[in-house]
């Protein structure tokens, strides 16, 4: 601590006065200055240089834990204090999840509309569960509508449309733009809210004429849909209530900045590291049988 101070204040007092004044020796003081860092200060240095470099790149959203998470799927082994530690010390932040109250669930779904998910927000394969919903976004032109399909496998954003008007069409497109990414046929669950648009019989004759099985949560339960109501939360805190648009045209741009250039990339490595894990994991049993 002393040798530090020492360090802090050389250019503005003298070196052996300080020395004499704190009661340690200049021999000491050089000795310390010199000699090499540590292993751990050197390893220490190298990761925040990454925490800067990933902290930028998410344009100082990313806090202690998601940051954690990022440099683990690039094999960095590191726990989530000290990465909380270094940020600390480096003066980096995140934007913190505002809480919010939460209305309590009511009401039952018809018998005709299942809930296939069942809040199992799990796949095993691509195109096998997607979960869609709408956002609305401030703008001085007024409110511009976000709709998204989520593909619960790779936590991609598989289809999306954006509209000044919040109607069925809002989310045909987006289900379209899904569908033609789909290299596949095979049925998907498409699950929903309860919303004028998801029970109009335009939007269910559709979902039937394209092998579609549709799924819609409880009324009023929100966590019935919490992959979508997710992806929406980190849009609202990563992006959007960090701007104020003009115009819609201005917040289409950056909403298709956020998904196409910042969300699915990295959703996209995140699926290919894992899929290569689970490889490696079968590649030695295979080899042993």
Known sequence: MKYRMIERCRDAFPVRMMCRCLRVSPSGYYG???????RRKQANMRLLSRIRDLHAESDGVFGSPRMCDELRYEGESCSRNRVARLMRRDGLRGIPQRRRWRVKPTGTRPDHVRNHLSRDFTADEANIKWVTDITYIRTAEGWLYLAVVVDLYSGRV???SMSARQDTQ?????????????????????????GCQFTSDEYQRFLKG????????RVGSCADN????????LL???RVNRRQYQTRTEARADVFDYIERFHNPR?????EQRENDELSLIKPSVKKG
């Open 170 to 194: 809002l989310v045909l497109q987006a289900v379209l733009m899904a569908l033609w990414q789909r290299t596949d046929r095979t049925p998907v669950v498409l699950h929903s809210d309860r």
């Open 158 to 160: 598989v289809g999306w």
């Open 32 to 38: 310390w200055r010199d000699r090499p860092a540590s």
């Open 267 to 271: 959703r996209a490595r995140r699926t």
């Open 210 to 217: 394209h092998q579609l099985q549709s799924s819609m949560s």
């Open 236 to 238: 609202k805190r990563e």
């Open 226 to 233: 919490a992959a979508a109501e997710g992806f929406f939360g």
